[in-house]
């Protein structure tokens, strides 16, 4: 059970980049996914978060700018972010809370945390 987190690179101020992240494995339900960013020298922070009940949340400095998606059908969440501001810059991670059952048929519930994704906003 894992996520995998693409979609990174170097924009320029005012672009757009999209990241998308999946989710892979026996997987029994995922309840929030999501979006960090922890910038240098800072702390882990919130971008966004996508609720199994559809419901949404943003840090307020990317409301308006950001849109998070989410793919149940394929464990997938996305980040579309547009207006990058050089203040974006950051590795990104994705998250989901997951249930999965063990081969001895024990739940699980972890938050599993995808392998970060680099992204830089040039000004």
């Known amino acids: 059970v894992q996520l995998q987190a693409c979609g990174g690179g170097s924009v320029q101020a005012g672009g757009s980049l999209r990241l998308s992240c999946a989710a892979s494995g026996s997987i029994s339900r995922i309840d929030v996914m999501g979006w960090y960013r922890q910038a240098p020298g800072k702390e882990r922070e919130l971008v966004a978060s996508?609720?199994?009940?559809?419901?949404?949340k943003y840090a307020d400095s990317m409301k308006g700018r950001f849109t998070i998606s989410r793919d149940n059908a394929k464990n997938t969440v996305h980040l579309q972010m547009n207006s990058l501001k050089s203040e974006d810059t950051a590795v990104y991670h994705c998250?989901?809370?997951?249930?999965?059952?063990?081969?001895?048929?024990?739940?699980?519930?972890?938050?599993?945390w995808g392998q970060g994704t680099q992204v830089t906003v040039s000004s």
């Open positions: 996508f609720g199994n009940d559809g419901s949404t």
């Open positions: 998250n989901a809370d997951v249930l999965y059952y063990l081969p001895d048929g024990s739940p699980v519930a972890e938050k599993l």
